[in-house]
Each structure stands twice: as structure tokens, then as C-alpha cells.
């Protein structure tokens, strides 16, 4: 064998290692799975969920896209209503704490989906417990509402709109649902 077929060779070699390699990391990161909506939000939920303990981030901030925004309707200190809004990556920087410290799971159990070509809305009902570390034992309920973009192959968060059950704001019986497994 010449020296330049052993160099084209060893080129080709390593083009497929390489290749093999991006092919693991892209599937270890869940990239593939995200050609369906289901699969964005099992994803989510399963990157959320566990014991206390860290958190796959990376594989949280593989899920949005650039530009998105998460938001949160809770009840502020004179028990009125209050919006606040962040990045994922300021997402993660407020409550990776708390996941260290505490258990934390949730899972969805009912849905109702809207799509127009590239453009999804889902209205998300969520059940989850939380605490067992350091806070207390907490069970509640709530809906994510999301917004999802379909570009370039695959599904990205776009927006995350949440709030849980209060006592002045029981769950409709409409998106009670029956719980999906």
C-alpha cells in the first residue's frame, strides 16, 4: 500500500470515529428523540424528576430553543397573583439548589394539543412531590403550558407557562384528564 492510500486510509478511519462518536453523543443527549413533541416532554420531565441530587443540564438546555422564555404565575407576599419570567439558563441557576437538596417528581397526566405546520401549543397538566430533603414533603398539581417550534428536524421548547392549583384556583374538570402512563 502507497503512503497516500495509507493516508486516505487512516483519514477514513478516523472520519468514522469521529462520526461514531457525534452519532453516541447526539443520542446520549437525546438529540434523535426530539423529532416528536411526546418525546421533548417525556424528556423534560425525566431531566426534572429524581432524588435529590444533580441535574442533567445539559441535556435540559439541548430541549429549548435559543430564544425561549419560561414563566411562573404565583402568589406573592399580599396573596395576589405575580408573573415572573427567566431563561432556562436562569432557570437552572435558581433551582439547582433546590434539586441537590430535595426529591422532586413530576409527570404528566393529561394533554390537549393544538398544531398549525410548525407551531404547537400544548396545554400540559402536571401532577408532582416534592421535598424529603430539606423542606417537607409537598403534592400538588398544575399546568405547564407550552409552546413548541419545529425547525431545523426536530421540536424545541419555545415557551413554558406554569402554575400550580391553589385553594382559589382548583383544577377545571377539563383538564383533570385520566392519568397517562
Known sequence: MSMIQEKIKNT????IAALFVL????????????????????C??????????ARNWELYRSLFHEK?????????????????SSTPEEYIKRTDEFFRTNNFYVEETHRITERFGDIMSLFSTYKFRAGGGVKAQQNGKG?????LI?????????????TNERADLPMPKQYEGVDMK
Not at 477514513?12 to 472520519?15: A, E, H, N, T, V
Not at 419545529?150 to 406554569?162: K, L, N, P
Request: hydrophobic share 40%; charged share 15%.
Open 44 to 53: 423534560l420531565h425525566k431531566v426534572l424528576s429524581g432524588p435529590a441530587g
Open 12 to 15: 477514513k478511519s478516523l472520519f
Open 150 to 162: 419545529h425547525d431545523a428536524g426536530r421540536w424545541w421548547i419555545i415557551s413554558i407557562q406554569y
Open 23 to 42: 452519532t453516541l453523543q447526539s443520542v446520549s443527549y437525546g438529540q434523535r428523540s426530539f423529532e416528536s413533541p411526546d418525546s421533548l416532554i417525556l
Open 68 to 84: 425561549a422564555i419560561l414563566g411562573v404565575v404565583r402568589i406573592d407576599a399580599q396573596g395576589h397573583p405575580s408573573y415572573s
Open 143 to 147: 399546568i405547564n403550558s407550552f409552546q
